[in-house]
């Protein structure tokens, strides 16, 4: 879940902001909140907020770290056709 949700900030240009992340990941709100916090606490994501007040959530360089790793974790089990 971790991976998607990273990879959905991601594809929404690293920036998005918290409520369009909750739906698109599908978890309630309780489970959405539980990883976010982690994703936080660990690093991986951070909040910006524009000169209007608006809250965004946008990768860290650890969270693009994470993606490409993951990736190539998810390449070798391909190729050892795990």
Known sequence: ???DILNIIRDSHNS???TPLLRYSNLSSNSFSDYYKELTLKGFVKELIDDKGKKYITLTDKGF???EKYKHILGLIE????
């Open 1 to 3: 879940m971790i991976f």
């Open 79 to 82: 190729e050892l056709d795990l």
């Open 65 to 67: 770290l994470y993606l």
């Open 16 to 18: 998005i902001k918290p």
